[in-house]
């Protein structure tokens, strides 16, 4: 199961079409939000998971975003060509005996 007790948080307009779910736990990410990562515990593994989406602010000639809580994913995006980045920090419970698999779908 996941467990993700972070409240939704939107730092930006233009992030409001996109949605990062868990599909199993039928469960909306937040983007953007270091301090809100979604936290993740499975059989197998257990941490965060942080998304970051480019936002037009990303591009600005003054450095500054009108939007506080999007600040730390303009200052960590500005001057790199990516649109969007997920970090994830945690531990696997159990040695897989197998291959190893990170599946992601995109609509």
Known sequence: SVVNMAPLVLPHPALKPLHV????????ANLNSPKHTYVM?????VGH?????RTPDVDQENGNTP???NADAVAYLRGKQRRFEFQ???RLKKIPTGRLYFACELE
């Open 21 to 28: 779910t868990d599909a199993k736990a039928n469960r909306r």
């Open 41 to 45: 515990d499975t059989e197998y593994f």
């Open 49 to 53: 998971m942080m998304i970051l989406i």
């Open 67 to 69: 939007y506080p809580e």
């Open 88 to 90: 994830f920090q945690g």
